[in-house]
């Protein structure tokens, strides 16, 4: 079973810093992806960032970039340059196959950010 | 705007009672997908669908019913056998044009609270 381990419960950063998010999976299929998802106080879960298993390069999305390390298993978010806005609940997660539940996410337990002005 | 609504926001039941979350999307997906989310936690999979008039149960189906009449519809009943039924509900749709690497897009969610 595929599974999603976030060991930061919660997070502080000073506003205009960088900070990383840490995510580590566990997986037996070669071909998956994983999902970097932010929820603020109002609840809805707003993706922000995809990495497929076979993709080369890192992603990227604006502030966004994602440290994937294949062999160590792990992807973590990365957030420039942090704004006021960026204080939210961050969850990691990986979709099942299609076969196994519709290809439901799995996601991890969440870090929650705090930005500091 | 393409995108997926749920409603309503906030949804108060009684004891004993029924009731209905809707959950609409225009982005043309395939799938659709009930996740129920308690306070400090992860999400778990209610129910999906992958096609009209087909529906399969999640890890915690229990007390839950669903239909998928139309493409765009994924209502979700909370029934009286849900005994701890307090939570938010968010809704999700995908494609299933790419397996595990398709995106699930989430609506806004339904916070139910048990009088």
């Known amino acids: 079973a595929q599974k999603i381990t976030q060991t930061q419960p919660g997070m502080f950063v000073q506003e205009k810093e960088a900070v990383t998010l840490d995510c580590t999976y566990d997986?037996?299929?070669?071909?998956?992806?994983l999902f970097w998802y932010k929820q603020p106080s109002s609840g809805e879960m707003i993706f922000l960032i995809y990495?497929?298993?076979?993709?080369?390069q890192n992603a990227t999305e604006g502030r966004y970039s994602l440290n994937f390390q294949k062999a160590r298993k792990s992807a973590n978010l990365v957030i420039s340059a942090s704004q006021l806005g960026d204080s939210a609940m961050y969850f990691c997660?990986?979709?099942?196959?299609?076969?196994?539940?519709?290809?439901?996410?799995?996601f991890g337990q969440g870090t929650e950010l705090s930005v500091k002005p | 705007d393409g995108g997926i609504t749920q409603s309503p926001k906030y949804l108060f039941r009684k004891e004993g009672q029924n009731v209905t979350l809707s959950c609409e999307q225009n982005l043309n997906h395939d799938a659709m997908y009930w996740y129920r989310q308690d306070p400090g936690q992860g999400l778990r999979l209610i129910y999906y669908s992958q096609i009209v008039n087909d529906f399969q149960k999640g890890d915690i189906a229990e007390g839950y019913s669903v239909s998928r009449e139309k493409k765009e519809s994924f209502p979700l009943t909370v029934t009286s056998a849900q005994k701890n039924p307090t939570a938010f509900y968010l809704c999700?749709?995908?494609?299933?044009?790419?397996?595990?690497?398709?995106?699930?897009?989430f609506g806004p969610g339904t916070r139910l609270t048990v009088l």
């Open positions: 997986t037996s299929d070669q071909s998956y992806g």
């Open positions: 990495q497929g298993s076979y993709d080369e």
């Open positions: 999700a749709s995908s494609t299933l044009a790419g397996g595990s690497t398709d995106t699930q897009y």
């Open positions: 997660a990986m979709r099942e196959p299609f076969y196994n539940q519709g290809g439901k996410l799995i």
